[in-house]
């Protein structure tokens, strides 16, 4: 029996296959099209918040935001599937794709939502959830994101304080490949209403003056 706490190597990974899963393409509660590309005023980002329903409806209800989805990414299994990626052999974690248009909603206050709903101190698991795919993360698509993730990250961390025990183990990386999860996990929350949410938080928020 592997420990999921242990990010598994490449050359262990499953294979995955070369096929995507099929997926509903319309956003359930929106209804954008969630592969769509973004457009030249659009940005988008990945998060890793621990389990991704209750992570994707924070985003989807953020004004700026135009769509979510959730899927997997920072392994190294091609297309892989939930169950795979909850085997902890897939080195993947459960993230969403936030498509927002920066205008309206910027990255700095995109990531106090991201900094203030999860605990980015605990590792490989959120809360009760454990395994890598739980981890904390932040996958960005160029340098000005990579440069405003590791700010936020430094200001939240001077927050939390330098306890030992509050370290910030956020991976922060340029995004690699985004496989979409299964039609059925996409906007989970909307159409489960009383389904599980495990977004909870260090209870250490920023104040106004670094929240925006």
Known sequence: MSD??????????LPGRPTPLKIEDIHF??????SADPTAEQAEVLVGMGCFWGAERLFWNLDG???????YSGGYTENPTYEEVCSGQTGHAEVV???????????????????????????MQQGNDVGTQYRSALYVY????????????????????????????????????????????????????????????TGVCFPPSLAN
């Open 4 to 13: 999921k706490t242990v990010m598994i190597s490449p050359e262990k990974a």
């Open 142 to 201: 160029d340098q000005n994101q990579m440069n405003e993730a590791c700010d936020s990250k430094d200001e939240y961390q001077s927050l939390l304080g330098s306890d030992a025990t509050k370290q910030i183990t956020t991976e922060i990386l340029p995004a690699g490949k985004y496989f979409f999860a299964e039609t059925y996990h996409q906007q989970y929350l909307a159409k489960n209403p009383e389904g599980y949410c495990g977004l909870g938080g």
């Open 65 to 71: 935001v135009v769509s979510t989805s959730v899927g």
């Open 29 to 34: 509660v929106n209804q954008s099209s969630m």
């Open 97 to 123: 794709r936030v498509i927002y248009e920066p205008s309206t909603l910027s990255l700095k206050q995109l990531l106090t939502h991201f900094w203030e709903r999860h605990d980015p101190t605990q590792g």
